[in-house]
């Protein structure tokens, strides 16, 4: 939705018209009227009408909005009895000018032009006023559905965050077990990685390079478990310089190819991860072995889920998200449209 124009800039608009519509009142009636009555005539007669435009304002908003409809129409043709009667008083009887310049009386016409002008400000009030109150309801209930959308994204963000500090808890627990010198280390690498999950996790936006960081960051704190070397290769193709992304988008993905990795037990086990970047693309890949006796909470597990959720919800039609099992192996591919 287009941002709402300042009270400032309305208020302006609503002097220029009415500014208008006071010079073509006074330029109509000059010939007839001399500049001075017909200022005076102007003045009064479009103060009458200005003053019934912004009433009817509240007329909508405390009757018609509140489907107080007869009320609502009793009050109008009051008003408007009550504003034509004054004046056509005025015009014909206040402003009353010599015989000779007198061009008006008190006719059916007379009358009827002031029903007419009273009616057609009634109208565009009513116009306006509508529209306003239907582009005030938009608003809200764009803001409630996004303090909703929110909501869940957080409620989901909750979930991934201790589910990924358990796994890297066991992974600390696994160390100190055996008294590894790692451990002070992996205590560092988890307790940056908590910080950024937190701080930056709450965030709507982060820059990329630092979703990256922690990425490299997760990678280093998984392998420093294991004395042997892990196969696990992360490649980065594309300037991440300005680019942003919602935080913690990336880190379940990493975790997920190492949940269902069977690193432990699998001398075969392999991470390959990938992230590309192409004028505002971004392609993230990962791919691993498959372990077929972890199917506690179905391949994925939580964390895809959420993903799958989170991504509708900020990057609705911008984004495709597809999983694959194929031959032991099990892949994931999530294409984002950041522009």
């Known amino acids: 939705m287009t941002k709402e124009p300042s009270k400032y800039i ?23 009227y001399g ?6 005539r102007a003045i009064v007669n479009l103060s009458t009408i200005a003053g019934l435009f912004y009433i009817h304002f509240y007329l ?8 107080r409809y007869v009320l609502y129409a009793i009050t109008v043709i009051l008003i408007i009895g009550i504003t034509t009667i004054g004046r056509v008083y005025f015009n014909e009887e206040m ?7 007198i061009i008006i009386d008190r006719t059916l016409s007379v009358w009827l032009f002031g029903v007419v002008t009273c009616f057609a400000a009634l109208v565009v009030s009513f116009l306006y006023q509508m529209i306003k109150n239907r582009y005030a309801k938009e608003r809200l209930h764009l803001e409630i559905i996004n303090q909703q959308n929110e909501a ?62 922690q990425i490299k960051e997760f990678i280093a704190l998984f392998e420093m478990k ?19 992304i ?35 693309k971004l392609s993230f890949s990962t791919k691993n072995i498959m372990d077929t006796n972890q199917q506690k909470d179905e391949v994925g597990g939580v964390g895809l889920s959420n993903i799958r959720k989170r991504l509708d919800l900020n990057y609705p039609d911008r984004h495709t998200f597809a999983t694959k099992s194929d031959d032991g192996l099990f892949m994931v591919h999530l294409s984002l449209n950041l522009n």
Not at 14 to 30: A, M, R, T
Not at 60 to 67: A, M, S
Not at 226 to 244: I, P, Q, R, T
Request: glycine fraction near 4%.
């Open 152 to 213: 869940k994204i957080q409620y989901l963000k909750a979930q991934i965050n201790p589910h990924f500090l358990f796994n890297s808890l066991n992974n600390i627990y696994s160390l100190s077990v055996i008294k590894s010198d790692q451990t002070p280390d992996m205590v560092l690498k988890l307790s940056s990685l908590l910080r950024y999950a937190i701080y930056e996790g709450e965030k709507k936006k982060v820059p990329l390079i630092r979703e990256v960081e």
């Open 10 to 32: 309305i208020l302006g608009l609503h002097l220029v018209v009415w500014l208008f519509l006071f010079v073509v009142s006074v330029s109509i009636q000059l010939r007839d």
């Open 246 to 280: 919602e935080p913690m988008l990336l880190i379940p993905l990493v975790e997920n190819c190492f949940k269902h990795g069977n690193f432990e037990q699998n001398p075969a086990a392999f991470a390959e991860i990938k992230l590309e970047l192409n004028q505002g």
């Open 60 to 67: 909508i908003d405390y009757l018609f909005e509140k489907k």
């Open 35 to 40: 500049f001075e009555n017909s200022f005076l």
């Open 226 to 244: 294991s004395e042997e070397k892990l196969n696990v290769d992360f490649l980065v193709e594309g300037s991440m310089a300005d680019v942003e």
């Open 95 to 101: 402003m009353r000018l010599p015989v000779d310049q």
